[in-house]
Structure formats: C-alpha cells, structure tokens
C-alpha cells in the first residue's frame, strides 16, 4: 500500500493552528463533515496529525504495539511543566516499569482508603456555597479537586503546609495561553512574561521537595495510605526507591492530569444536571437512597457528551496501515473522542444528555475513551471515577439546585480543555439537613479524568 495522509484542509500549519486553538471542537467537527471520519490537519507543535473517529481505528491504536505507538514522545510538549521522569513522557520498557510502581495506589482497595476524605472535602465544599444567588460552579470545582490531590496523593496534613500548598500549586496547574504558546515556541521561556512561570515552579518545587522529604522521614510512613506515601515505599525490581526528582515529577503528573480535569468534568456535569429537572430529581434520589450505578452513569454521560479533552495523541515510530492508509512514521495519530463519543452512529441522539445510556450497560472502549485507552489508560480513572460519584453525592445531599431554563453554556477553549463558557453558573434554592459525611461509596468503577 502506497504511504500517504487522508485528505484534510489545505491550508498551511500557520493557519490551521489559531484556528484549531480558538475553536477546536467546531474545526474538528467541520473536518469531520467534510472528510469523514480519518482526516489531516496541520497544527503546531505537532506537524501533522491523523485525526481518526472510526471505533475500529480507535481499537487498533489502544490494542496496537507500545513499541510503535508511542504516547511518551507525543507528550515531550509538556515535558517542561512535569518534568522528564513523568509516567506520561515514556515510552516501551521505560514506561512498563515505572508503571507498575505506580499502579498499585490506585487499585480499588487503596482508593477506597480516600474515600472518607473525599467525602469530607466534599461537604466542606457544598456547605460553603451561598444560597439565592448565581455563582460559577467550576472555580469551587477547583478548589474542590485541589484539596482532595492535597489530602490524598500528596498526603498534607498540617495546616501551615496546606495553606502554602494551595497557594502554589495551583499557578503551576493553570496552563493559560501565555504558558501555552511557551509550550509550542520553548525560546519563549526566556522573555517576560513567559520567564513568571520558572519562578512559579520553584515555588512550587520547593513545597513539593519538602513534602517528600518529611514522608520519607515519618515514623508513620508505612500506615500512611496517601499516594506519596505509597510511592517512597514502592521498589523496582532491582529493589531501588523512587529517587526525590522523580517523586516531584509523578507529583505534578498527578495534579496536571487529576486537578483541573476533575473540576471541569464536575462542573459540566452540574452544568447539565441544572438544564434537565427529571434527570437531576433521579440524580438526587440515587443520591439518597445511595444508588451508586445512576451517579456513575451521569457522570459517564456527561463525560461523553461534554469532553473535557478532544482527542489523545500517539506518534508512530514505525509505519503503521490505519483507516485505509498507510501512515509513515513521525506522523502524529490522535483517536478523537469529541468525535467518537458525539457521533450518531454509536449514541442514537449524541447532543442529548441520557446518563440512562450507561445504566446497565457494558463501556464500549472504542466509542467511550475520555481515559485513553490500552495500556496507557488513564492510571487515575478509578480514583477520579470515586472522586466524581462522591462529590455528585454529598452536593445533591445536602443543597437543593435551581433548575434554570437559560441556554446551555457554550464550549470554550481553556489551553487543551473544553470547559463551560460561564463557570458552570447555578444557584443554590436552600441546604437540607445532613448529618456527618456518608459512608464511603460501596464500588470504584467509573471514571472522569485523563493522565495517558
């Protein structure tokens, strides 16, 4: 087969890419209309890059050989903000291993260790929140998200830490434009005022430092059940711990791919549940009467039908026969959930909001991938999936929300996240009365956020 790219726009990289960064979702679905569902487009950093919405296509990237479909080397655009250690930037045997230290704090007996915690951030949260007027939703997400990374993975504890932590860290997890077009143009980095984000960094880095050295000097080490914790206690297979540097660098891996995401997906859930009273009258009673698989299943609609990332990336690092074509190496392949996931093929109505999809229903990785897919599969899924139900739980247990009949909020372009175009604006009617946080949530198997 003859090596060549599916068609696309011919316009050059320089203007395909302000057009994608501006409007990425109603470019992409232009391209889609027009080429179907394999097609090329040029953007920077990348070059170009396959956009692929066939689940068929979609499978053979997830299932396909880690040797050849490299997500480490598609990644090294972020290299600067999670440093070169980081799970995300390797690939093959590299990968493979530093994996398997890192999965186990994850798995569903440690994640359910958290959940108490995640409740109580939770709680503090909704309780917080002013009743009788308007207020963006997502700001408080953030907030939300932060605290439980704070608790959970990075274990803080103590008062003054935290205060300066939540000061720190989250400038270093906003990857506003100026940081975006320092990730595209790297020279950038010297000037004012891209040169503000390496002061940010040290901050950051120096709190994060001092985390990892007070776990590795607490008595208490081996009880601990926060994600840190785990990680200084965790061997390779030549018996060696994590040195310090890579600690920070799966640290900040943990809160670029497990803070904002989260909050996004959270609010665009609220976002839809304020537009639709029937389905937020049996979200509330699931919440009640503690019906985890309807909860999971609102948050898994809201993920398909608001993705938080457009698409995942892959670059060949050998030929590869896909769609029909036969790609040559170096091209960059992206399996396209805000096509897939849309798409009338696979979700009879895609624009409506029916979390009754996923009501006893098998997940169809081909059609429904806001994890990514294969073997680097989001190691955080189960962890934000609990983290989802939990907060969508303790919210509709104790504050009643405002059904509104405004438009929905548009989708915006915030960096690489869709977000909602007003914050996720709602309006808290009154509190109901509740005691102490609910028990822990009884299953972990869903999902929100994306760290490939």
């Not at 027009?34 to 090329?40: D, K, L, M, N, W």
């Not at 709680?123 to 308007?134: C, F, I, M, Q, T």
């Not at 803080?156 to 939540?166: I, K, N």
């Not at 018996?239 to 959270?266: C, F, I, K, W, Y």
Request: aromatic letters at 6%.
């Amino acid at each position: 087969m003859e090596t060549r790219l599916p068609p696309g726009p011919p316009l050059p990289l320089w203007v395909q890419t302000p057009l994608l960064w501006l409007g990425m979702q109603p470019y992409l679905d232009a391209c889609h209309r027009r080429y179907g569902r394999t097609f090329t487009v040029r953007v920077a950093p990348f070059g170009e890059v396959v956009h692929i919405a066939d689940p068929a296509d979609v499978k053979a990237v997830f299932a396909g050989d880690p040797a050849v479909y490299h997500a480490g080397e598609a990644n090294t655009v972020i290299g600067d903000l999670i440093g070169p250690s980081s799970v995300l930037l390797l690939d093959e045997a590299q990968h493979r291993r530093r994996r398997a230290l890192m999965t186990p704090p994850f798995h569903g007996k440690s994640v359910r260790r958290q959940s108490e915690v995640m409740a109580e951030v939770a709680v503090a949260e909704a309780d917080s929140w002013p009743v009788g007027r308007p207020f963006p939703l997502r700001p408080r997400m953030q907030a939300l998200t932060l605290e439980v990374i704070l608790r959970t993975v990075i274990g803080v504890q103590d008062g003054d830490r935290l205060a300066a932590l939540r000061r720190a860290l989250p400038p270093l997890a906003d990857l506003g434009p100026l940081l975006t077009m320092r990730l595209m143009y790297p020279k950038l980095r010297q000037h004012w005022p891209w040169s503000r984000y390496d002061r940010r960094q040290a901050v950051a880095d120096a709190l994060l430092y001092a985390e990892i050295e007070h776990a590795r000097r607490d008595p208490r080490l081996e009880e601990r059940p926060d994600v840190l914790a785990m990680l200084v206690r965790a061997r390779d297979e030549d018996g060696a711990p994590m040195p310090d540097s890579e600690l920070r660098d799966q640290l900040v891996t943990l809160l670029l791919a497990g803070h904002e995401t989260t909050a996004n997906a959270l609010a665009w859930t609220f976002e839809r549940l304020v537009r639709h009273p029937e389905i937020l009258q049996r979200a509330t009673e699931a919440a009640e009467s503690g019906d985890d698989e309807y909860l999971d299943a609102v948050a898994r609609e809201s993920m398909r039908v608001r993705p938080i990332l457009f698409d995942v990336v892959r670059r060949l690092a050998a030929p590869v026969e896909l769609g029909g074509y036969r790609l040559p190496a170096g091209i960059h392949v992206m399996p396209t959930m805000g096509l897939t996931q849309r798409s009338e093929r696979h979700y009879p109505e895609p624009g409506e909001f029916r979390p009754e999809r996923f009501v006893d229903a098998r997940v169809d990785p081909s059609i429904w991938f806001p994890f990514g897919g294969g073997v680097r599969r989001c190691l955080g899924a189960t962890f934000a999936g609990v983290e989802m139900r939990i907060v969508l739980r303790e919210v509709l247990r104790r504050v009643e929300l405002t059904v509104t009949e405004a438009p929905a909020e548009r989708v915006r372009m915030h960096n690489i996240m869709l977000i909602p175009s007003r914050g996720a604006t709602v309006t808290v009617a009154r509190r109901k009365v509740r005691g102490p946080a609910s028990e822990p949530p009884r299953s972990e198997t869903s999902g929100a956020t994306s760290a490939r």
